[in-house]
């Protein structure tokens, strides 16, 4: 069964020091409610619409402004030696949930020359605002980006409004799947598919709906899920009587409980024994 490679922003933080924690609060700072906005224990899809609403509320910024501030510090990301090596597989078919556009640079394709193709003989119109039916071409590889890129800012799928849509969409295309149109889903449904750099939280709604879709229709292909075991282990800072700061390591549940339900959803999990993340990808890029 031909293999696919399913990738997060994991592999993106070697060599670039900034993180989406770090865009968050440029988010923020932009509209000037650093002293306002709680990012604590808050759901990024619907942070992110407290943020474009606070801004059309109080500020002259609009939704428009914001992701343009997320595609300005998009691109200015480096592509590092992981996204050279993906794009040096066997694979054809690459999924990722990153806006960037890092794996068509690892293959020195200039920004301006990158092309975005459909499956299927599609009016464009058809997938405007959507992610499910295009990919670009990056020399042997196709790449889909499912939630959106830095070349259209109408694609990228940041808030809840945005997931909600894609969610939508996806139900139709369940209900639509016997017509002739490849797209990502069709790829996760039939090919061997391999994930890894990418959380998999509560937040990606869109694709544990797919994991479920796919459970529940009790397709026959391969799904792995890499994860190292450093993970397994969570470190919690806290500070003592004395004000000294402490650091106490404890299982990390929320791995355990993840783990877990993509086992229900027909997942098979692959832990990886690494002493960092250098070694798991090196461990992983070998296993594929």
Not at 157 to 169: F, P, V
């Amino acid at each position: 069964m031909e293999k696919v490679i399913f990738i997060g922003n994991g592999i993106n933080y070697k060599g670039n020091s900034y993180t989406w924690e770090k865009l968050l609060q440029d988010l923020i700072s932009l509209i000037e409610k650093k002293d306002v906005i709680n990012v604590e224990k808050k759901s990024f899809p619907l942070l992110y619409e407290e943020i474009v609403l606070r801004a059309e509320k109080s500020t002259d910024k609009k939704e428009e402004d914001i992701l343009r501030e997320v595609i300005s510090k998009t691109e200015k990301l480096n592509n590092n030696e992981y996204h050279n090596r993906i794009m040096q597989t066997n694979v054809t078919d690459i999924i990722t949930t990153n806006y960037d556009l890092l794996f068509e640079k690892a293959v020195e394709i200039p920004k301006t020359k990158i092309e975005f193709e459909l499956s299927k003989e599609l009016d464009k119109k058809f997938e405007k605002g959507y992610n499910f039916y295009t990919y670009s071409l990056a020399k042997d590889k196709k790449i889909w980006h499912i939630h959106g890129t830095v070349k259209n800012k109408n694609s990228i799928i940041l808030g809840h409004k945005k997931y909600s849509e894609n969610i939508g969409k996806m139900m139709e295309i369940f209900s639509d799947r016997e017509k002739e149109k490849y797209s990502w889903i069709e790829i996760m449904m039939e090919k061997e598919i391999h994930i890894f750099g990418i959380a998999l939280d509560s937040v990606e709604i869109d694709i544990w709906l797919l994991l479920n879709e796919r459970a529940r229709r009790k397709s026959n292909n391969k799904i792995y899920y890499y994860y190292p075991s450093t993970e397994k282990i969570k470190p919690e800072k806290y500070t003592d009587e004395n004000f000294s700061l402490i650091i106490k390591r404890t299982k990390n549940v929320e791995l355990e409980n993840k783990l877990s339900l993509l086992e229900s959803h027909s997942v098979e999990i692959i832990e990886i024994n690494c002493n960092d993340y250098d070694e798991f990808y090196k461990i992983v890029f070998e296993k594929i």
